[in-house]
């Protein structure tokens, strides 16, 4: 596609509910990056992909977060047991390489956890 | 810890005068910034960057300036323009490294007609 794509776009769900989170990176891009957006904050850095090396997780804040990318393409996060300080916009982005800064955003994923 | 910061939530200035956007780092090993640009209800869009090895950037009407003693940078736009309302984002990197772009919590730049 001609940029990242997220699905959804909103999710509203129950505490204590398992969410998924979808990002479609631009085609041919190699680097993947999920961040956050709390209410009232920067964008806090989650976790990256780099093509088909292991990620980096360092940014994750609890063991309820994980995520996975197949094929080099499309990522997965995943929310188990969400808790309503989970809320927050999920960003998807992507960039060519792993040295290339300039990243490309998805639209986001408006997270409330009731 | 916070390593980026912008220090101001919001700044309003008339169509036509200069914005200053100011950022402030306290991570000496960072050797790359960025100015990202978001609309609400879109992701953040990449507007300018600059090395460390330089102390300033131009393009169009927005340059970017960085004092590396101060560990200071701002975002000068002129003539500002409607269009340039938008939440703008400070962030930096090394080169390099294993963490990604760092940011700020962002400024709500508002332009007055």
């Known amino acids: 596609g001609a940029g990242v794509s997220q699905s959804p776009s909103n999710k509203v769900t129950e505490k204590g509910k398992d969410v998924e989170l979808r990002c479609d990176p631009i085609?041919?891009?190699?680097?993947l990056y999920w961040y956050r957006q709390s209410l009232g904050q920067g964008l806090e850095f989650l976790i990256y992909?780099?093509?088909?090396?292991?990620?980096?997780k360092s940014g994750l804040p609890s063991d309820r977060f994980s995520a996975e990318r197949t094929g080099g393409s499309v990522s997965t996060l995943t929310i188990q047991r969400t808790q309503q300080e989970d809320s927050a916009v999920y960003l998807c982005?992507?960039?060519?390489?792993?040295?290339?800064?300039?990243?490309?955003f998805g639209s986001g994923t408006q997270l409330s956890v009731l | 810890d916070q390593q980026v910061k912008q220090n101001s939530p919001s700044l309003s200035v008339q169509e036509g005068r200069i914005s200053i956007l100011n950022c402030d780092y306290t991570?000496?090993?960072?050797?790359?910034f960025l100015w990202y640009k978001k609309y609400p209800a879109e992701g953040p869009t990449f507007l300018i960057s600059?090395?460390?090895?330089?102390d300033k950037n131009e393009d169009g009407r927005f340059t970017v300036f960085l004092n590396k003693s101060a560990k200071h940078l701002s975002l000068h736009i002129v003539p500002s323009q409607p269009g340039d309302s938008a939440v703008y984002f400070c962030?930096?990197?090394?080169?390099?490294?294993?963490?990604?772009?760092?940011f700020g919590k962002g400024t709500h730049l508002i332009i007055q007609p």
């Open positions: 962030a930096a990197s090394v080169r390099g490294g294993a963490d990604g772009l760092t």
């Open positions: 600059i090395s460390s090895i330089k």
């Open positions: 085609s041919g891009h190699t680097a």
């Open positions: 992909f780099q093509g088909n090396s292991a990620p980096d």
């Open positions: 991570n000496s090993m960072f050797d790359y």
């Open positions: 982005a992507s960039s060519p390489d792993r040295g290339n800064e300039k990243l490309f």
